[in-house]
């Protein structure tokens, strides 16, 4: 007579930008292959790998996009831009259908010489920016936004926050928004802001609304005191709010509801908190986890060991290899990922004994391109159900061997979720 | 520190008809297998090997849909036939949304017992044919050709140009032109000409249109000179113009836009070349390249070096292997094998040092089959950024053991895009 059904609890442990290409200073090893990972080689040896298309095969994918296909959707139908993911990382009540952005605290010139005004056709705002970032405005960006918070343009609802720095988050909810519009950001100074324009009739609402929002930043931003007492400080004054990288809120439904799981999300980007947010996970702010090459991952991996207590899922994002890839430093990302593999010993070690854990990472960040690519990335499962393959080490070549063969980001969370013995029986 | 983005350049070898199956009289190996191909051998041991359908796992592929795939496009959605490529490989001017045809230069009896007449009611030819390529006509059909083309059919442009021998490629322009019709050509001698039917109200526009074509085809040509001297010197005259192989053109767009490359294209067959052509390829013609088994692959092989030059991707097609199949010959498909290794040694001998190269087939030409199979073909990828796998040979066998796993025709674009370090990121 069979028992009770068992369930496992599991970890999907992205390690970002993980993978890469030969390196010729590596002796034409990768960074992983290169790096001293006991832990992971020993999973490796124990559980079953192989190598993962974050998308599909050759398409470089951007860490949003491919966190959204290794949870299980299709970021060709579900993502139509970053600001959604952004505006939820920052906490922000994002909702189906929102159109939003991420925003830019700016200095737009304002003397004799260049005198700012408002277009009268199109409501935009006619300036030329003098810095995009507002000379790295750190405090009073609260105030700011409060200012612009809540105001209607059109009978659309504008909500507004600040983020981190001269950072923000901008949503647009209204009725017919279409999200088509092109950049008001020129992304370079001494250049005017540019005029939005929708490509269709519903996104040329947004961008009508676009460019009265920018036009009115100035308005209300310019006047107050924050900035009144940074220009008496000889400081540029945050007089305008750029908004970029827009994209509408798709319809993702509850991560937990959709999988039969209860998940936490422990990671170091806002980017990917959003999208954790966004899900309905429960989120996890670790102290230390700094999002750079200095981030305390064995904080992290007892962040993990102590979410599966009371939680089934654990999303982690441990963002270090990317940031080494983007500088190129081979040796950095080395040092980075001998320094997860401790982070791994800690979560085997401490975490719950019969944790399906799966290694991998978003993409390829390799250090001879500085930026991510379309590679294929090493992925490691281990745990109970997983049946042992050859391969006994974690690495872009090894893995090349493995019993999981090649696969893409999407077939992931239904991997785990069988193997943790809650996905229902799809048919009879 | 990290430096520039390097970029790199990459040719698509697709050896055409060359995977297969084991034959008997090989031992149980392929031709492929069979054949001594050291260099290929060299390069899958140093890159990276797999299987691909070219459509998808069974499916049997023609020459111009797997091209399609292969270039990044699938083939379900937007080929409904040769026509489009055929008449763009004979630098027709073809435009979104033409009907497209292949035609020959055929002979209908005109005689006491089989007088040609024209139906009343549809405007069809009603005729018996009596050779469907005129005599092997090979001279004087540009004459025919100008005396159809530029005619106009009930408001429909009708664009006509002669091909080599007594092919031709006949585009039909205007509005509310369907693709649903069925053939003229009865494909066989001594058989009344068919009628054109169509399947829905703009393939019946087309159908009516195709079958006065047909029938002025024969009054115009039956009179001409070209013809007149025929038959004086005891040949079949030209006397009517047989359509099939109908197709409505596509959008696919500009490849070179789509991809971010500057691509020419170095093929042997006028199909392939259409593909090109239509994709705005920069297209090299070849001198010795007779799409024969005497075909002239060194001289292929000079011509990628120099493409290379001034171009990203080359795009080549050698059509030998196919021949071979078709012919049901496994020595011969080996030795054209064996020619493309060579051709290959060229190649990777004089073109540029960071190559990164693909050699792959359109599809499976099985030696015991005689045509077309929807086999898994292998593939081999070589150059800079590739992981090396434990494959060392190039075939059928070995590559199954690749790290590229399996895959399909659609994602080989992306792959070498991704390699050239061209590719945008999708997301952030």
Redesign the interface.
Known sequence: MAGKMPTYKSALLICDGLGD??VAALGGK?PLEAANTPTMDRLAAEGATG?MYP????????????HLALLGFD?FEC?SG?GPFECAGIDMDVRQGDVCFRVNFSTVYDDAEHTPSIDPETGALKATVQDRRAGRIETGTDQLAAALNGIEIDGVQVQFKESVAHRAGLILRGEGLGQNVSDVDPHAVDTEIWIAKGADPASQKTATVLNKFVAKSYEILKDLEVNKQRVAEGKLPANVALPR?VGTAPALGDFNERNHVKAACIVETG?IRGIGVYLNMDIVDVEGATGGLDSDLQAMARAIVAALADHTFVLCNMKGPDIAG????AQAKIKIIEAIDAAVKTIIEEGPQDLILAITGDHST?V?????????VPFLLHGPGVTPDRVTAFG??PC??GSL??FVGQNVTPMLTNLMNVQPKFGA
Request: proline share 10%; aromatic share 2%.
């Open positions: 290409r030969p990768t190598l998308i599909s095969p050759g398409i470089v994918a951007g860490s949003d996009t491919s970021p993502y970053r990288g980017l983007h500088d190129g430093d390799p001879d391109k500085g930026d991510h690519g379309g590679d294929a872009e070549g090349g061997a063969g090649t």
